[in-house]
């Protein structure tokens, strides 16, 4: 059998989907446990419980200095910039994305207007942004609507113009209006798949949060891990990156399980497309 055509069993795939995290933490502890021993002060590769310390400290311990528990604090203000920014790029991506590819005029006047901006580089315009906006919130919302919305607006274009012409020549024949064919045709299909756009977006999503909060700001995650970069804190800047990879892990996560209960019919579509 060609080796395209076998697949693991059930245990064999959760023991290889488990297998490189292994790896990694085991790579780890090799490393640090190395360093450790020639140096007990080494902070470039804390140990475990360096590691849990930290979380004991940032995430269930109150600041002395401000009485707040520093990580839920950093956290709700990193997650209220990116749901903020994110719904607005959905809300962009899904008008212009479905006007674009559905409406040949407005294809033809924003189609290469918008494949040039998703070509500008977001972080280059952080200086631009902090001069023009402030260094408020305003500033770094608008920093992940400018690197995340022009990609949506493109993919939803493209998934909307993948539609079936037959079904919008039916739908037409049936007396449907424009508004009509948006709301009972590309609508229902495209909002999967707008899902899984957004879900493609998450990695950079917190790349832009955090470069904007590294920067400018007295509050979140990206701020805090530059912050204690000063005192080579190691173990708090690991325990803080371990916790955005599994925000940004649960949040892919969310969008599947809705993208599945919202739209149960998708998956067999996706499968025979």
Known sequence: MRLINRRPNAGAGRILALLPFIVVLGAYLVGSAARLAENPNDKLLPS???LGAALQRMAFSTDPRTGDILMLVDTEASL???????A????????????IGLLPYFRAGLGAFVAVVSMVPPLALLPILFITMG????SKIALIVIGVAPCLV?????RVG???PQQMIKAQTLGASTWQIVLRVVLPQTLPRLIDS????IGPAWLFLIAAEAIASESGLGYRIFLVRRYLAMDVILTYVIWITLLAFLMDRGLALLQRRAFPWFAAARATG
């Not at 209220?80 to 994110?86: C, T």
């Not at 260094?135 to 305003?138: I, Q």
């Not at 493109?154 to 493209?158: C, I, N, Q, S, T």
């Open 162 to 164: 993948d539609l079936p």
């Open 154 to 158: 493109r993919d939803v274009a493209l």
């Open 198 to 201: 957004l879900r493609l977006q």
């Open 135 to 138: 260094l408020g919130e305003a």
């Open 48 to 50: 475990l419980s360096s």
């Open 80 to 86: 209220y910039r990116l749901a903020a920014a994110l």
């Open 88 to 99: 607005i790029a959905v809300a962009i991506g899904l008008v212009l994305g479905i006007a």
